[in-house]
């Protein structure tokens, strides 16, 4: 019999049934000890049978003793307000946790690497967040995981006190942008441009983000995300009813990459400082796959 998981996990979900019966086994298998359900609500009434088949369906299939939390909203709030205040209201609940979205496949390795992180540098003041997602895939270093500048978001953990420390109305940003202090927060100019870009989308509506404020927290505060040195969660969002990758096949391409297993004992980097070395590469893999959309966007 598998031992419960003791730390808590909280579960986003909205109307994609054949996505949830993917992903909640996964979670299922861990056995955890609390496990949050957060749902956004229908936009009509005709997909309140799709967000009531997935509600039903993790109800159903909660077989083992828990302590369970629902939030399963009537009305919709959207991307970005639905997730972030059902990451508030876990936090609220907890001090640290696991933050899962319906389309994120984890690798088993995904749960015992995020709770030993999180016991690890949960006093630790630099370190902001732990990630599953390897944006580089498989990386040849001889430390179990490295420390990032950047923040992500396809399956990833944190503490109360870092994520109720952001300023999600990002006054914070638009204040350091008047000041010219940005450009010292950000010293790479071509990164300040990609970053002035997002978070211009996401003023102006183009995007409905939820984690652009609590990404500039690390830039701001030069805090660390932590990262497995392969990527252990699989995304599978990239579907024809997705919020923000529908028909995208250049970041189905750069973001839909294989997961793989982590092992265990962990090998910990000897210093807690970002790998500036690994963190340029990722951001030079951002940088070709958004000239890649751009010169698709041309040709069209």
Known sequence: MNKQFKTPILYVVFNRLDV?????????????KQLFIAADGPRNEEEKSKTDSVRK??????????????RLLDNNLGCRDGVSTAIDWFFENVKQGIILEDDCVPNDSFFKFSEEMLNRYKTNKKVFSISGYNYLEKLNIDDSYYFSKYFECLGWSSWRNKWFAQDKLLKDYVKDLKSGQLKKVIRNPIERILLKKKF??????????WDHSFSYLHFKNKGICVKPKVNLVENIGFMEDSTHTRGNFIDNKFYCIKKFGLNFPLTHPKTVQINEYLSNKELRKNIIRISLKKIFWFLL
């Open 20 to 32: 949830v019966k993917k992903t909640f086994p996964i979670i299922a298998k861990q056995k955890p």
């Open 57 to 70: 369906y993790i109800l159903d299939n909660i077989n083992w003793k828990c302590e369970v939390k629902t």
């Open 200 to 209: 211009k989308d996401n003023f102006e509506g183009r995007i409905g983000a």
